[in-house]
């Protein structure tokens, strides 16, 4: 461990990624998954700052750890469903297309964490998208799409950036979302 801004996410110089990323990772039993304690987003995903500037979803950073480097414009999904877990084995390479028609073939709505705060995306269908992508392109603030929709800015910001919207009647997806962080950071991943 490497003193206490170890366990909130803080870059640390000199620290090495691995040794910062593993000591918020509770593995809790053999079988089961392993649970980012660290910082995590508001749909439950981690994150770890890779360096001064850039940060990175915990899973895309256990994938890289364990396997080296993610391909360009793979997602990183996961087999457990469950948006903290890091555990390499739990944890597979998808394209967006693979990962919408695993989601609709798994039937999937919101994930298990932060249910209650995920509940407003759900209001969201494929028609809504479709209005909000139009109001984005007309120029529209996002802060008023997202009030007139009664969803989250940041989520307005994910269909601007058309990460999210292939999984939105579904609910949305945690795979979508590690792209959401990820995209921003999906070089900024180093090796240690
Ligand atoms: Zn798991």
């Known amino acids: 461990m490497s003193g206490s801004h170890a366990r909130c996410g ?7 990624l691995a040794e910062r990323f593993w000591a918020k990772v509770d593995r ?3 079988s089961g998954c392993w649970l980012w304690v660290g910082a995590r987003n508001r749909d439950g995903y981690g994150h770890i700052s890779i360096d001064a500037t850039k940060r990175a ?18 997602l990183v999904c996961h087999h457990c469903d ?11 390479l998808g394209t967006h297309s693979d990962n919408a ?3 609709f073939a798994k039937g999937r709505r919101a994930a298990p964490m932060n249910a209650g705060e995920r509940n407003p995306a759900r209001k969201l269908s494929i028609s809504d998208v479709a209005g909000i992508r139009k109001r984005l392109a007309a120029g ?18 994910n269909i ?15 795979h979508e979302s590690h792209s959401c962080l990820a995209r921003e950071n999906a070089s900024g991943v180093t090796h240690a």
């Open 140 to 157: 529209e603030k996002r802060r008023e799409i997202a009030i007139a929709h009664g969803v989250s800015p940041t989520q307005i910001f």
């Open 10 to 16: 803080r870059f640390l110089p000199g620290t090495p």
């Open 28 to 30: 809790g039993d053999e």
């Open 57 to 74: 979803t915990a899973s895309r950073v256990a994938w890289e750890l364990h396997n080296g480097p993610i391909p360009s414009g793979m």
């Open 101 to 103: 028609r695993d989601c």
């Open 82 to 92: 469950m948006p903290p877990c890091v555990r390499p084995d739990h944890l597979f």
């Open 160 to 174: 601007a950036h058309g990460i999210c919207w292939a999984s939105v009647d579904a609910g949305w997806s945690q």
